[in-house]
Structure formats: C-alpha cells, structure tokens
C-alpha cells in the first residue's frame, strides 16, 4: 500500500485554504518523483480550530495549522528529512482516536 | 378504545368546515375567546401535561410560557409542518383530511401566546396538504375564525403560509425560523431558544402539527378529562406510523402506555409472513433498537426511555427475519450523513466517518479494532453542534452493537451476511 498524505476537506479545513494546500502538495509530490506517496482527500480529523490538517500514514506524523510556507518543511519530511515538531499542536487523545480510525482502514 | 384526533377511525378524505362544526369544531376556540383569557388557555394547556409530537417530547404549556410571559414584541407563532422523517406520515394526515382541526389548534395556540401572526410552515411536498389548508385557512376566514378581531374580539391574527423545503433538517424548529425569514434552512444555535428570541428575535412558539391538533380538544373537554388517556407523565395519545414489515402498514392513534405488542399485533396484524422479530426501532432512525424481549413494553415517554431508547415521532420500525442489522444501521448512518446540513464541523465528521466505518464492516473490511471505534466517535462528537442532529446517528448503532455484536463481526469476517 502506498504512503498517504491525507488533508482534510471539511469546512473549517477548506475555508482556511486546505483545497489549495492539498493542490500544491499534489503538484509538488508529482514534480518531485514520489511514486510511493499519495495525497488524499480526508473527510475530517476532529481538530477544526486548528485546521488546516494533514496526517501522514502510516508515518502518524500530524501537521495543524499548515501554510503554504510550510509545505518546504512537510515536503522534506515526507522524502525522508525530519519531522516538523512545530506544526504538531493536536491533543494526544484526538491523535489517538484518528490513528486508530486509519490503523483500522478507515480512510 | 377510539382516538381522539381521530374518534371514528383514521379521517379518509378531507373534512369540510361544515363537517367539522357539525361535530362541535371551532367550538372550543369559540368558547375561549368568550369566556377564557389566553392565560386561562395557556393554564389549562400546562395542566393537561401535552407533550410535543415532533419528537423531543417537551411540555407544549412550559414551552408557551416563555413566549406568552415575554415582554418583547410581537409574539410569532409557528405550526410546523416540516416533517420530514422516514416513514412519518401523520402530520401529512393531519393537515389533508383534518385541516380545520388543525387550524382550531392553531389559533387557539396564537392566541395563548398572544402571538399576532402564526406561519403555516408546511413541506413543500406535501401539495395536497398545501391545498386543503389553503381551503381550510379560506373557509375558516370567511366564518370570521382568524383575520381582524376574530369572532369581533379583541383578538387579530394573520396566518400565512410558508412552505418548507423538503430536507430532514428543515423541520428542526430554528432551521424553520431561518426559512421563514427567506434563508437557507441551517438550524441556529441554541441558546437563545426560539420561545424567546425566535423569528426576526421576537418570542416565537414553534409546535409540531400533531402537537396544536391536541389543542382544541383539552379546550373543549377539559385537562382534567385529557389527564384520564394515556399515563400520568404521557398524557393523551399519540399516532404512530407502521411500514411494510407487518401485514397492515398505516398510521394508528393510541394511548400513551399501550403495548408495543398491541400496536404490532392487534393494530399492524403482526409481521409480515409471520417472520419472528429481530429488533424493534420504537421512535424512528435516531431511536435504539430494543430486543423483542421488550415487545410488551408501554407506549410512552419514560418507558422507552428507561429501556434505552426514545419515542421520537411515533414512526415504529421493525427488524425481522432474514434482515440484517448491520445493512438497516447502514443505512440509517448514510441518511444522517446526507441529511447533515454540513454547518458544524463535528457533525460532518461524524456523520461522514460512522458511515464510512458501518461500510467498512458491511463489506468486511477493515480490522476488527474497527468496532471500538464507534463509540469513541459518538463519544468525540456529543453535543457539537447546533442541532440534535449530531446526537441522532448514535443510539441505532451502539444498541445495534450491543444486540448484535455477533452480526457485526460475521459481516466483517466475511463480508457477507449471516442471513444471506
């Protein structure tokens, strides 16, 4: 199964721009070659205050808050670089909840 | 014993304002605007213990107290007609065949309230409905009923029409304020509650339509008389709708506290080819299951509450033989997805992600962690949205799991199920 970048589409999310930031990922991702990653759509993670969100599986890597200039930090992570703690604001119970959702295929 | 809405059997055809009468219609409002002050109205109304019938289940008096003692002016009144719910034909029934019945309670209802305009809000769907209470509100006008001083009382009251769209979440009481006021039908937040800052932020009495027909008939009789149908806390009766898991599919009028067994037997026949009953829904998609054990469990509020489930509108649905649950609570989770209106985040979320977790087990994928999931979703969402809405999809699946976890495992096992 291929690597997911998941970015969720839910109101909150998309008022905030996530349609735009899940474009540009998908766009970039293709330029850089990573055939193993997809990025998805999500219908929600639960964390709209703190949107737009991106969860990368099976990494459990979560990304809050994300702007168009965080996209060189994610992307680099995502190509093997380090994890961007900075954007990582979720509740360890919240985060739970959803890694589990999607450990148990819930996409 | 006989209904009262309806005392010689479900109304066929529609009743005229010269068959009404002849049966003593419009007389309650006629003695009331003679001899009652709409605080007497109002007083009776909280003594006879009326509950809602749109689902909630909240003291109709209670609730108009809020609006009639408000300083603010005008008072609104709002007879909703928006119903909407799978298998809910009552108040459809109502406004077709009774519509001078209706439109007694309506105006006795305004005038308790002392509200100045009462909207007919009615789903635009329901184009017979639209029509007699047209005719209805016409004929009534005419009789001097409603319009200015009625009965040359000092006592005026408009009463236009409005019709609802045709959506589930139309019908919650501030989704129907919004339409009225020439918006999207998007529940509001609550507080403030429309009793008290409701349309255009005036005091606003919303009632279900089932709910007003019950209006003229404590009028004329009495609460005292009320108070002797139905059990102490559900008093009157309610009408409850039957599908086509039994042998006589239809719309039925009981007291509150008679059997669950009676309504299934006696009124719908029993099951259709006498199927054995896997699983009761008392009170439409956001109610829980009840085991068949509970069969002889009364009609009303408290009893079905405190074996876990609610009597929501009175649409009583059947799981027999040879259905699957896991397919019904599907189902039932995909309606309350597409019916989300899509305003509050978390009911979005939730809706969307126990749909797609019910067709995950449906086609036996996904792990079996997958049925731990459920309830901390429920649990997540609880009360995170403006309306009951978000609250709804939990009940059939949790008592659905808990009645038949078994199924649920099978159908993700196998992707199949059992009954197949």
């Given amino acids: ?107 | 014993m006989e209904g009262i809405l309806f005392p010689r059997g479900v109304a066929e055809g529609k009743e005229s304002l010269k068959e009404y009468r002849a049966r003593g219609g419009y007389g309650a409002l006629e003695m009331a605007l003679r001899e009652l002050s709409p605080a007497r109205v109002l007083q009776e109304v909280i003594d006879s213990g009326l509950r809602g019938r749109g689902g909630a289940g909240f003291p109709t008096g209670r609730k108009w107290a809020f609006t009639a003692e408000s300083a603010e002016q005008p008072h609104y009144l709002v007879l909703n007609g928006g119903e909407d719910e799978p298998g809910s034909k009552k108040d459809r029934l109502l406004m077709e065949n009774l519509p001078h019945l209706v439109l007694e309670g309506v105006i006795l209802a305004a005038y308790a309230v002392r509200a100045s305009r009462a909207y007919l809000y009615i789903n635009a769907n329901y184009k017979n409905a639209i029509q007699n209470m047209t005719g209805a509100l016409q004929e009534a006008g005419k009789a001097g009923y409603w319009g200015e001083r009625v009965l040359g009382c000092d006592f005026s009251l408009e009463l236009p029409i409005a019709p609802a769209p045709p959506d589930y979440v139309a019908g919650e009481d501030t989704a129907a304020l919004e339409v009225i006021e020439k918006k999207d039908p998007l529940p509001r937040q609550k507080p403030p509650y429309p009793a008290t800052a409701g349309l255009f932020g005036k005091p606003t009495a919303v009632n279900n339509v089932e709910t007003l027909a019950n209006v003229p008939l404590i009028i004329a009789r009495g609460a005292k008389w009320y108070r002797s149908i139905g059990t102490r806390e559900s008093p009157g009766t309610m009408i409850f709708s039957l599908g086509e898991e039994v042998k006589r599919p239809g719309i039925y009028e009981l007291a509150f506290g008679t059997p669950l067994r009676f309504l299934i037997e006696e009124c719908g026949g029993g099951t259709r080819d006498d199927k054995p009953i896997k699983a009761v829904l008392p009170g439409g998609p956001s109610s829980a299951f009840l085991p068949p054990e509970k069969i002889d469990l009364p009609l009303d509020h408290d009893s079905l509450r405190a074996a876990g489930s609610s009597i929501g509108c009175g649409v009583v649905r059947l799981i027999t033989a040879g259905s699957c649950v896991v397919e019904e609570t599907l189902r039932i989770a995909e309606f309350f997805a597409a019916e989300s209106c899509g305003q509050c985040p978390a009911c979005r979320m939730e809706t969307n992600i126990l749909a797609t977790m019910l067709k995950k087990v449906q086609q036996g994928q996904g792990g079996a962690p997958i049925l731990e999931q459920f309830q901390k979703v429920i649990e997540f969402n609880k009360g995170k949205g403006f309306c009951n809405l978000v609250n709804m999809p939990g009940p059939p699946i949790e008592s659905a799991l808990k009645l038949f976890r078994s199924d649920f495992e099978f159908h993700l096992a196998n992707g199949r199920c059992p009954e197949a």
């Fill in chain 1, 1 to 107: 199964m291929k690597r997911l970048c998941l970015v969720c589409q839910n109101v909150d999310c998309k008022n905030r721009g996530s349609e735009e930031i899940m474009n540009e990922l998908e766009r970039r991702v293709a330029e850089k070659g990573l055939a193993d990653l997809e990025v998805r759509p999500y219908m929600c993670f639960g964390a709209c205050q703190e949107g737009p969100n991106i969860v990368l599986y099976p990494e459990k890597s979560w990304y809050a808050g994300v702007k168009k200039e965080d996209l060189d930090d994610i992307l680099s992570h995502i190509s093997g670089g380090q994890e961007v703690k900075m954007l990582d604001t979720i509740d360890s119970s919240l985060k739970e909840l959803i890694y589990q959702l999607l450990d148990t295929g819930v996409f």
